[in-house]
């Protein structure tokens, strides 16, 4: 497999990665154009884009969109983050260059036609009622929130109904014209592709954009507090979170590998504690998030209102007893879940591409696998210990749901951690 990158004149990048077994391949335009380039009023406009992008270009209408990709037996498909938008699409070796095409053309051209608007505003005020009744997806909206209070990065992806109800098409307009620039775009394609072929098409199409004055975002500042919203549900629901390394520091390996071993899977402590001897739960789990400047240690569990109090309590037992006796077997467990997540997980098209647009945002670069596999061994128990340790003194974020009212507060579960 090779890596080959190419940087247009004006900012735009193109990164391939040619997989020679394969006769598919999944090709994108990754935007630097997330929720946190959002002003407060803006909140949830990066999304409602990406929802307007498949509404009609000035080629080719929101029908002829679908149709040309499934014509040839593909589909396309995005999603929007706080730190990107991606467009991106899978298609057979041959159907490259209509991918190249039609993904630039919903991304540089659409109309924002004023019907489909309104036909698309009330598709995302559905999304964001259906999120609301999915409590094990809306707490971590919350956490985040609770996390990163008014701050982008505390903002919902979605936005609030206020919002997505007002927007118009002077809204969209101005975001992109704000934030598409080329130096924000990244032209990734994995699997049987050409870069040659693609570097010529992507000059022909991007080569004649003018770079945009995006600006920084916000700095992020990991601040804490608690989230509690009572409901009448089956069961209580409980996010907490704790400031993380973001990508660019290399800490990060020793938070990963220290989630995993808390609440990766079955072994993990948290998933033996509480689950298999204790049957406090039916889900709980551990995982960090990172993004270029941030990150976040997210526990979630779901359990009946009269456990929630002797679970939350045994997580921060938990916690604190990892810093004292998270043992050489844990850890390396835990390095070679990491190890083998990554590696299996990139054995796609789609999964590859992913990768080189998120490292090329990050570093600029696609740093070989080695590269990461090597960090990841250097990691040792002493090092998620000392990593677990620096918790006891962090003020973490609380995100509660459900019937919750008797709950623990942030404050007593951040003194049982410390002592």
């Known amino acids: 497999m090779s890596v080959e990158i190419t940087r247009l004149a004006n900012g735009v990048r193109i990164v391939t990665e040619r997989m020679p077994s394969m006769e598919s391949a999944a090709v994108g335009v990754w935007v630097g154009a997330g929720g946190r380039h959002e002003a407060p009023e803006q909140n949830g406009i990066a999304h409602f884009l990406e929802h307007m992008a498949f509404k009609g270009t000035a080629r080719r209408s929101a029908l002829q969109i679908a149709e040309e990709i499934e014509d040839v037996g593909g589909y396309i498909n995005a999603y929007t983050s706080r730190e990107v938008t991606a467009y991106y699409a899978r298609v057979l070796r041959d159907d490259v260059p209509l991918a190249v095409d039609l993904i630039s053309d919903i991304v540089l051209n659409p109309v924002f036609d004023d019907r489909e608007i309104e036909v698309e505003r009330g598709v995302i005020l559905q999304e964001i009622g259906q999120a609301l009744d999915t409590p094990d997806d809306i707490i971590f909206d919350w956490l985040q929130e609770a996390a990163y209070p008014e701050q982008p990065m505390g903002r919902t992806i979605l936005g609030p109904t206020e919002r997505v109800s007002a927007f118009d098409r002077a809204d969209l307009t101005r975001f992109v014209r704000h934030n598409y620039g080329p130096g924000q ?135 604190a007893r990892s810093a004292e006796d998270m043992s050489d077997a844990e850890v390396a467990r835990a390095r070679a879940q990491m190890k083998s997540g990554m590696l299996m997980g990139l054995e796609s098209p789609s999964a590859r591409a992913e990768r080189l647009a998120r490292v090329m945002a990050v570093w600029d670069r696609v740093p070989p696998l080695s590269e990461a596999i090597e960090k990841i061994d250097a990691v040792d128990a002493a090092a998620v210990r000392a990593h677990a340790a620096a918790l006891a003194g962090a003020a973490p974020a609380l995100a509660l749901y459900g019937p919750v009212q008797d709950a623990p507060d942030l404050d007593s579960l951040r003194a049982r951690l410390a002592a």
């Open 185 to 319: 775009m990244i032209l990734s394609a994995a699997g049987a592709v050409d870069h040659e072929a693609i570097v010529r098409q992507a000059e022909a199409i991007f080569g004649g954009l003018s770079p945009v004055d995006q600006g920084a975002p916000e700095s992020s500042r990991f601040r804490g507090g608690e989230m509690r919203r009572v409901r009448d549900l089956e069961q209580a629901h409980l996010a907490l979170g704790f400031a993380q390394p973001g990508y660019r520091d290399d800490a990060i390996y020793a938070a990963q590998i220290y989630a995993s071993a808390l609440g990766g899977g079955m072994s993990s402590r948290l998933f033996q504690e509480a689950r298999e001897k204790r049957g406090l739960c039916y889900s709980i789990f551990a995982s960090v998030g990172a993004y270029s400047d941030t990150g976040m240690l997210t526990i979630y569990a779901g359990t009946a209102a009269e456990d929630l109090g002797d679970l939350a309590r045994l997580t921060m037992d938990e916690l």
